[in-house]
């Protein structure tokens, strides 16, 4: 029902735009977030949007460099990713929470997952 794309190879520096497709339904009341999960750690929050689009909310580490946004008309989210480091590198997740407008940062409280989409970073 989610379905991410856009990753991909990138060097240090460079920039990327994902891009989480929903379909089959639709989420465009939902609060959306953006996970990722790199080698060897759990999966921890990026960015997350409210349903409205009104509010935005991110991780300390991508602050100021990475942007989340929606297009209901698309029922698609978004995350441009700038000033890209090796650190970044991961696979990426979007999801739906399971309490539609809930804004949150725990993906222990999101229900509806992408397939996720890998990142790498060269330095």
């Known amino acids: 029902q989610l379905q991410a794309s856009g990753g991909g190879l990138v060097q240090a520096g460079g920039s990327l735009r994902l891009s989480c497709e929903a379909s089959?339904?639709?989420?465009?009341?939902?609060?959306m977030g953006w996970f990722r999960q790199g080698p060897g750690k759990e999966r921890g929050f990026v960015a997350a949007?409210?349903?409205?689009?009104?509010?935005?909310y991110y991780a300390d580490s991508v602050k100021g460099r990475f942007t989340i946004s929606r297009d209901n008309a698309e029922n698609t989210v978004y995350l441009q990713m700038n000033s890209l480091k090796p650190e970044d590198t991961a696979v990426y997740y979007c999801?739906?929470?399971?309490?539609?407008?809930?804004?949150?940062?725990?993906?222990?409280?999101?229900?509806?997952w992408g397939q996720g989409t890998l990142v790498t970073v060269s330095s």
């Open positions: 089959g339904r639709t989420f465009n009341n939902y609060a």
């Open positions: 949007i409210s349903w409205g689009a009104g509010s935005t």
């Open positions: 999801a739906a929470p399971v309490k539609f407008r809930q804004v949150t940062t725990t993906p222990a409280e999101y229900r509806y």
